[in-house]
């Protein structure tokens, strides 16, 4: 009896803890492919109307955390159509914020919308998004957004964001959870940030044209690990003029001890 207790009690502790057992090797991934197909789709006749795909990466194997970061990576595919939208409108058509289909349908209306009120556009709107992982390992899970938009104007826009995934347990993991001292690993970034730029250390980078944050350099909204090191990555307008491009930083790993926390890696 007390033998079959034993058995009972470490049954239900791995039912607790949903049986978890740590990924190993890459996770298996299946890729997904949108293409808004609605009325209001691009006529390269008339160059009038809309086009709007969407490729991202669903995790596909049964590991503890696929599920979960398989919601937010399809709400991420989500938020690159709408993100384009004015807040209002999204919020007065809920639905567009959980179903793609919803969201390109109402980015299409928005430009009938602009058309009726404008009378040209001067050509087509269009927006891509492309998502696929740039790294991986038993741990942590990261990936890569972009997103191209034209929606009239002088010239396109184009934004990239990185999101890094626990992939025992699915959630999200902020900056604060990979690194342990943001004030030393701002110093590493600013002195690669110059070397790359080519800026010598006693420049003033508000004079060179860069944006700053109260005169001070400060850390891009978007970082990603890689197989090379730590990415940063200053989308155009964050750091610096749109001319001047997006600024992609990265930091090798062994500049990085004692500043990225152990059990990542």
Not at 27 to 35: A, D, S, V
Not at 213 to 231: C, E, Q, T, W, Y
Request: aromatic residues 10%; contains cysteine; hydrophobic residues 35%.
């Amino acid at each position: 009896m007390k033998y079959l207790i034993t058995a009972l009690f470490l049954g239900l502790l791995c039912l607790s803890q949903a049986c978890r057992t740590k990924p190993s090797g890459p996770p298996k991934l299946k890729q997904q492919l949108y293409t808004f197909s609605g009325e209001s789709r691009c006529d390269t006749t008339s160059n009038r109307g809309v086009n709007v795909s969407v490729s991202y990466v669903l995790l596909s194997d049964d590991e503890p955390g696929a599920s979960t970061i398989n919601g937010q990576l399809s709400d991420m595919a989500v938020s690159s159509v709408t993100d384009w939208l004015d807040s209002a409108t999204v919020a007065a058509n809920p639905g567009s914020r959980s179903d793609l289909n919803k969201a390109a349908a109402l980015f299409a209306a928005d430009y009938q919308n602009m058309l009726t009120e404008m009378g040209s556009l001067g050509g087509c709107w269009e927006l891509k998004t492309t998502a696929d992982t740039v790294f991986s390992n038993e741990n942590v899970l990261t990936v890569k957004m972009e997103t191209y938009a034209y929606t009239g104007g002088a010239h396109p826009n184009s934004n990239q964001s990185f999101f890094t995934f626990n992939r025992e347990t699915g959630q999200p993991l902020n900056l604060s959870d990979m690194v342990s001292d943001t004030v030393a690993l701002l110093g590493v970034v600013e002195k690669a940030f110059r070397k790359q730029q080519q800026l010598l250390p006693q420049y003033n980078l508000e004079e060179r044209g860069y944006f700053l944050h109260d005169g001070r350099f400060f850390l891009p909204a978007n970082v990603g690990l890689s197989p090379k090191g730590m990415i940063f990555y200053y989308n155009p307008y964050e750091i610096a003029a749109y001319a001047v491009g997006p600024i992609e930083v990265t930091v090798p790993y062994e500049q990085l001890n004692g500043i990225l926390r152990e059990g990542w890696l």
